[in-house]
């Protein structure tokens, strides 16, 4: 088959897509462009004595949550309070093991001023799943 003009895009298609795909990065990139996860060092200056509230992302419960420097974690959901364990794995995720319960590794990321914790999907893609509203120095909850 010979190349003729009539195949050819016209110039408003090829402006169009041209557009098209210039917003769809503008409007992606800068969901990174300011992220980071966080190290061993940063997880351990950002957590360890502190208390955290935040945001679950699937349900919108507000929490508090207090890591005892010793390892230990308290949370208080509502009106329920759980106990546990956290560490840092050796691949620098944030580790809680609730109680009774399996444990649960996150990705910790600062995107502009919020931290966030990632859980990774099946596909490998991460996902938001609580956002840290307020960090405070100690335990002035009494958790």
């Known amino acids: 088959m010979k190349y003729s003009l009539q195949n050819k895009p016209s110039a408003s298609a090829f ?10 990065f503008l409007i992606t ?25 935040g945001i679950y992302l699937d349900n919108n419960s507000p929490f508090t949550r207090y890591y005892d420097e010793d390892g230990e974690v308290r949370q208080r959901v509502e009106k329920e309070t759980e106990e546990g364990t956290w560490f840092i794995d050796t691949q620098g995720r944030r580790c809680i093991v609730w109680s009774g319960k399996e444990k649960k590794c996150r990705v910790i990321m600062k995107d502009k001023e919020l931290y966030k914790e990632f859980t990774i999907m099946n ?6 799943v609580v956002i840290y509203n307020k960090i405070t120095e100690g335990n002035p909850n009494g958790l």
């Open 15 to 24: 402006s169009k897509l041209t557009s098209m795909l210039c917003a769809t």
């Open 29 to 53: 990139t800068p969901l990174f462009a300011d992220s980071h996860a966080l190290t061993e060092e940063e997880l351990n200056a950002l957590l360890s004595g502190k208390t955290v509230r």
């Open 123 to 128: 596909n490998n893609k991460p996902k938001a």
